[in-house]
């Protein structure tokens, strides 16, 4: 079995593949103060939860942003089902051709989700990344990856909306009925929620428009995607896909030497 992990700065991601069959995928809070021991205990019970134990895994692959973790966590896996995990960055082999002016700079998730689309659709594509930041990457009909957007998350948007108010509690990520709120909680729902999906909406008319109107596939993922995806207003049609980052790491992991998941005490640096 392969683990698979998306280390976010505010979501860490899980899950584990039989094969090609993604057996589950679970969730937790990314909480930089944590050491290896304690994060070894919380994948364990995720793992527990899920029906796997950690002896039935033979490698791991993780996408992260959240360099000040990479240590701690490659440590608490190790520990956990005793191989080194692989992580994507520099030397990794991935199929793919970054045309930015620092293609270092393209975060791993970003990277795993465009592998993982390309597996399923050819160019131009666009997908975007519904997560901590909504992120909106570009690949043209080349199969390049061209360009990336990143803009404030829809979690993140609601938050600094409410810590700016005062008497209200954190607010759940729920549309409210009308788009015209009739109390200051609808209202600021109201905002961050149909207002993302505008923004969305405008930005693949932008796109649409920088490359004359090809025909353009669109896919979406992460864990926000299902709170926006039903207000969004446009002809393209949308390819939801809540797993397309573990695509991408599994196909990754596949075009990489098995060895380099090493043994403990190894060297984890790539």
Not at 60 to 85: E, G, K, W, Y
Not at 197 to 226: C, F, P, Q, Y
Request: charged share 20%.
């Amino acid at each position: 079995m392969l683990f698979v992990c998306s280390l976010e700065n505010t979501t860490l991601s899980l899950g584990v593949f039989s094969n090609d069959q993604l057996l589950f995928r679970a969730h937790m809070a990314t909480d930089r103060n944590k050491t290896a021991d304690e994060y070894q205990v919380l994948l364990s019970n995720l793992l527990a939860l899920n029906g796997v134990t950690p002896a039935e895994i033979s490698d791991a692959i993780v996408a992260s942003v959240v360099r000040p973790l990479n240590d701690v966590v490659s440590q608490a896996i190790c520990q956990l089902i005793q191989v080194r995990p692989l992580f994507v960055g520099p030397g990794v082999k991935t199929g793919l051709d970054i045309k930015t002016d620092i293609p270092s700079q393209v975060g791993a998730d970003i990277v795993a989700n465009a592998v993982g689309a390309l597996g399923q659709h050819a160019g131009p594509l666009v997908f975007i990344d519904f997560g901590t930041a909504t992120t909106v990457t570009a690949i043209n009909e080349k199969g390049e990856l061209c360009g990336v957007l990143i803009c404030p998350g829809v979690r993140i948007s609601l938050d600094a909306l409410s810590a700016q108010t005062t008497d209200l509690p954190g607010l759940s990520l729920e549309a409210p009925r009308r788009l015209f709120g009739r109390n200051t909680i609808d209202a600021m729902l109201s905002g961050v929620i149909y207002g993302h999906a505008s923004m969305v909406e405008g930005l693949l008319d932008r796109i649409a428009d920088t490359w004359n109107n090809k025909e353009l596939t669109v896919m979406v993922t992460g864990r926000h995607a299902e709170k926006i995806m039903p207000h969004l207003r446009t002809k393209k049609a949308v390819h939801h896909d809540p797993d397309l980052t573990f695509k991408g790491l599994r196909r990754i992991f596949q075009l990489n030497d098995r060895r380099k998941a090493s043994k403990p005490g190894s060297d984890p640096s790539l």
